[in-house]
């Protein structure tokens, strides 16, 4: 848990919206773009590799079930969210697929002649061990350059911040939320009194048709209506803040990107999305072309990339 009092992992940190819509988007963003496998020219320049098996494999169905863009966006899910892809390479050639291994089953060792060993926990409990030539791996920064760190929880102050709030908000409008206008006398009502007053005040002005209608008054009811207050807006305030604080710190999204457009204009918007692309987007495109060359391609003049071409325009 952190100062917040909020327990976050890779499956709780969902939870707070901001980070749902971050990981919407970054995951979509790189499913979306098309995927291509290239062959380098000897005069230079590149044409596609049609006729490489692979090809199919990555633009069109990587495995028996998933798409290829489902299976980008959940390779984009597990690195968002615990900063590790799994693939098991399974077959070869025109039978080659990709499966996506669940990253909290997987254990990553580093043996003594450099290679890696990677250790997975089924279903049933058993584990299967993979060498490293079977396992297509993506990883987040690194501190030791086998195991990518866990963005949600290096970041799981801010989160757990988002979090309360959005826990908080809930709890004041489900079982603490006040009232917006008070009927108050000094004499003493029944509770069958009581009921009927609230009822009649709301019979005669809930609703736009009857907003502004005049109030009549007896037994010495008063009216007081209660209004904002500097609280209340301290917490909008804050969701607010940590609405930024996740975008841009952790995840690199314009926040107009997640719905957000308090500080967004027609003059920058545009900026901003190409900003996303080059900085936010190009980083994460990278990582799944430099694992893809380095588990599935032995020809140096091949090599798989994304076409951003349609995003930059």
């Known amino acids: 848990r952190n100062p917040a009092g909020v327990r976050i992992d890779p499956e709780s940190a969902l939870r707070a919206t901001v980070v749902l819509a971050c990981v919407r988007v970054l995951s979509a963003s790189v499913a979306g773009l098309p995927l291509h496998l290239y062959r380098r020219l000897a005069g230079g320049g590149k044409e596609l590799a049609r006729e490489n098996p692979l090809y199919r494999v990555l633009h ?4 028996d079930w998933q798409t290829s863009y489902e299976w980008r966006e959940t390779l984009m899910l597990h690195l968002l969210t615990h900063g590790n892809a799994y693939c098991e390479i399974r077959g070869a050639g025109t039978t080659r697929q990709l499966v996506p291994l669940h990253p909290s089953r997987m254990k990553v060792d580093r043996l003594e002649n450099g290679r890696l060993r990677y250790t997975y926990r089924e279903d049933r409990g058993s584990s299967t061990v993979y060498s490293q030539d079977a396992i297509m791996h993506l990883r987040w920064l690194s501190d030791d350059g086998v195991n990518g760190m866990v963005p949600v929880e290096i970041a799981g102050d801010a989160i757990g911040l988002s979090r309360a709030l959005e826990i908080h908000g809930a709890a ?17 009502l029944s509770p069958e009194a009581a009921e009927n007053t609230r009822n009649q005040g709301e019979l005669a002005h809930r609703g736009p048709d009857r907003a502004h209608r005049t109030a009549v008054l007896q037994g010495g009811l008063k009216v007081t209506e209660l209004g904002g207050n500097n609280q209340e807006s301290q917490f909008l305030e804050s969701r607010r803040f ?22 967004s204009s027609f003059s920058n918007i545009e900026q901003q999305s190409l900003d996303y692309v080059q900085n936010g987007l190009m980083p994460w495109l990278r990582r799944f072309e430099s694992a893809i060359t380095r588990a599935l391609l032995t020809d140096a003049e091949t090599f798989a990339e994304f076409d951003v071409r349609g995003a930059l325009r």
Do not use: K, W
């Open 242 to 263: 940590q609405v930024e604080e996740i975008c841009g710190r952790i995840y690199g999204v314009p926040p107009h990107l997640i719905g957000d457009l308090s500080r």
């Open 172 to 188: 004041f409008f489900g079982s603490g939320a006040r009232p917006g206008v008070i009927l108050s006398t000094d004499q003493m």
């Open 60 to 63: 069109t169905t990587p495995n």
